[in-house]
């Protein structure tokens, strides 16, 4: 979607609140020099690829899309304390718990118990609070999953210029994203042993900093070299554009000057709800899957459920169907779970593809990014599923 131009609220909203940036190249690489890929807009005849934007400048968009809806919407700054179903089947608030069930809560829906004492009575109940889901716990439904053994160092780092492309650069420990936020910012995210992890939060800014400048260019490993990004190399006949020189291939991430925001820590983890739905209950999001955020793609699958979400709720609304009914609520978690299990596989395989540092394996993975930046169809396949456009096969 073209932020830019569409009418859409959401898009609105983005563009009046906060740091973005909607017009990103992207440039992959590896700390072997042998590996590299870089997709551009004009790759798949687009004006843009995508739109980067501050958590807190979506939840501010999403929140004005809230309160300027026709829907009746009201908001509880609390938390959820228990849940029971199977109790109502109308939405009311219930001031005083030890009063008797107001008629309306008389059915099948939910009660959820406010941290306040209070008690909300409602239809469906859509878990949306991410990957230690609150909801998903209460309503019993299990994951299957393993942690990576790897953290996530996140902050909002500062140049002298602005950043007008999205880089990541595969390390021995983990990959290092720098994403561009417009305003001459940009959001680091670096994948890294707990300890490593734990040192770097600690250590001074100024070591800080000159440890990611070392990452995003010359540590660990060389540059991608002339000889590797010239066009002689066994795709160039799939190649559907005209010469590229070399100097265009490769650019140098811009130096990181300053720190513009506290360094935060995050543990990794591969997560999958047995079950997206039970009666009264769904999951979407980071509530139903949690990935590595190496290529990014978590908020995408999260964008997927919530519009399979809504449509289906929709359908089902028009058909008179109650929109609590676990049977309506699987067509939901059949839409969604195949193309969520797939991008996790995908990202996963990622994750354990570079967790090895071995001479032919390295060749290996290196033919992999040649393939993936220099075969037209495949490069164009690749971009169009990342982006939520396509499913696989990626040729289709």
């Given amino acids: 979607m073209d932020w830019r131009n569409t009418d859409h609220p959401l898009a609105g909203g983005l563009r009046r609140d906060g740091r973005r940036r909607d017009d990103i190249r992207i440039v992959v690489w590896d700390y072997t020099g042998l590996g590299y890929a870089r997709y551009h807009a004009r790759d798949v005849n687009k004006d843009y690829l995508g739109c980067v934007a501050e958590n807190k400048v979506l939840h ?9 809806s026709d829907f009746k919407t009201t908001i509880y700054p609390l ?31 939910a009660k959820l118990q406010l941290s306040d004492g209070s008690s909300l009575y409602a239809k469906l109940v859509v878990g949306a609070d991410g990957g230690k889901s609150h909801v998903r716990e209460l309503a019993g439904i299990k994951t299957t999953g393993w942690n990576y053994s790897q953290n996530a160092i996140i902050c909002t780092v500062e140049h002298a210029s602005e950043n007008v492309c999205a880089w990541q650069r595969f390390l021995p420990t983990g990959p290092i994203a720098l994403l561009p936020m417009g305003d001459k910012f940009s959001n680091i995210v670096w994948t890294m042993s707990p300890a490593e992890s734990n040192s770097r939060k600690s250590t001074t800014e100024e070591e800080f ?21 010239g066009t002689g190399d066994m795709f160039s006949w799939f190649k559907m554009d005209a010469t590229i020189s070399t100097n265009e291939f490769f650019e140098i991430p811009p130096k990181v000057i300053k720190l513009a925001s506290e360094r935060m820590v995050f543990p990794l983890t591969l997560r999958h709800a047995n079950s997206y739905a039970s009666k009264r209950v769904v999951l979407i999001g980071d509530a139903a899957h949690t990935v590595h955020p190496l290529a990014g793609q978590g908020v995408n699958l999260g964008f997927g459920d919530a519009f399979s979400l809504s449509r289906i709720i929709a359908e089902g609304i028009a058909l008179g169907t109650d929109i609590g009914e676990v049977n309506l609520l699987k067509k939901y978690e059949t839409e969604r779970r195949s193309a969520n299990i797939m991008m996790m596989a995908i990202l996963d395989g990622f994750q354990k593809a570079y967790s090895v540092d071995f001479g032919p394996f390295n060749i290996l993975r290196a033919a992999a990014f040649h393939g993936a930046n220099c075969i037209s169809p495949l490069k164009k396949g690749i971009i169009s599923y990342a982006s939520g456009e396509h499913k696989l096969p990626i040729f289709l």
């Fill in 60 to 68: 501010n968009a999403l929140l004005s899309c809230v309160k300027d």
């Fill in 209 to 229: 900093l000159k440890d990611v400048n070392y990452a995003l260019d010359y540590g660990y490993g060389p540059r991608p070299t002339s000889g590797l990004l």
């Fill in 79 to 109: 938390r959820l304390s228990s849940m029971a179903l199977n109790t109502s089947s109308m939405s009311v608030v219930e001031e005083n718990t030890k009063s008797v069930e107001p008629p309306s809560a008389q059915g099948h829906g």
